[in-house]
């Protein structure tokens, strides 16, 4: 599954995108027709396109997160969360990523180690690591 999350813009006219053409897209070009061009003020805005885990690989790695930091039970942690925001410390951050070892029956790279930073991060090199192993 992918997600394409960025700001929104309003057209007062139509415009199409065919699926296709979402790959290696690197400039969008619009045409108008009618009387008027419509006026256009885009705030810079992020792109960013994310392939998710499965919901319960983000559920567990939630949980060994929550563990591993010793976070109460009820403690916010969500595919979202950075592991910095939540007190993990480059220690704690190497330990979380050993307890996703064991618990996934995985071997994460020192490279691909350093650079996990969220929980959905964490989730998605698991699966990626799966599919691979499979």
Not at 59 to 82: F, H, M, N, W, Y
């Given at each position: 599954?992918?997600?394409?999350?960025?700001?929104?813009?309003?057209?007062?006219?139509?415009?199409?995108?065919?699926?296709?053409?979402?790959?290696?897209?690197?400039?969008?070009?619009?045409?108008?027709?009618?009387?008027?061009?419509?006026?256009l003020?885009?705030?810079?805005?992020?792109?960013?396109?994310?392939?998710?885990?499965?919901?319960?690989?983000?559920?567990?790695?939630?949980?060994?997160?929550?563990?591993?930091?010793?976070?109460?039970?009820?403690?916010?942690?969500?595919?979202?969360?950075?592991?910095?925001?939540?007190?993990?410390?480059?220690?704690?951050?190497?330990?979380?990523?050993?307890?996703?070892?064991?618990?996934?029956?995985?071997s994460?790279?020192?490279?691909?180690?350093?650079?996990?930073t969220?929980?959905?991060?964490?989730?998605?090199?698991?699966?990626?690591?799966?599919?691979?192993?499979?």
């Amino acid at each position: 599954m992918a997600s394409i999350t960025t700001s929104s813009v309003f057209f007062p006219v139509s415009c199409s995108l065919k699926q296709n053409q979402v790959s290696n897209l690197k400039m969008v070009s619009l045409s108008f027709t009618g009387n008027s061009f419509p006026s256009l003020r885009l705030q810079p805005s992020r792109f960013r396109v994310a392939c998710a885990a499965k919901p319960e690989t983000v559920e567990k790695v939630c949980e060994i997160v929550r563990k591993q930091l010793a976070l109460p039970a009820d403690s916010a942690v969500t595919g979202e969360s950075k592991f910095a925001s939540l007190g993990a410390d480059s220690l704690d951050t190497v330990e979380i990523v050993m307890g996703l070892e064991e618990e996934f029956g995985i071997s994460v790279e020192e490279e691909s180690a350093q650079t996990i930073t969220t929980v959905q991060e964490a989730a998605d090199m698991i699966e990626n690591l799966k599919a691979k192993k499979a």
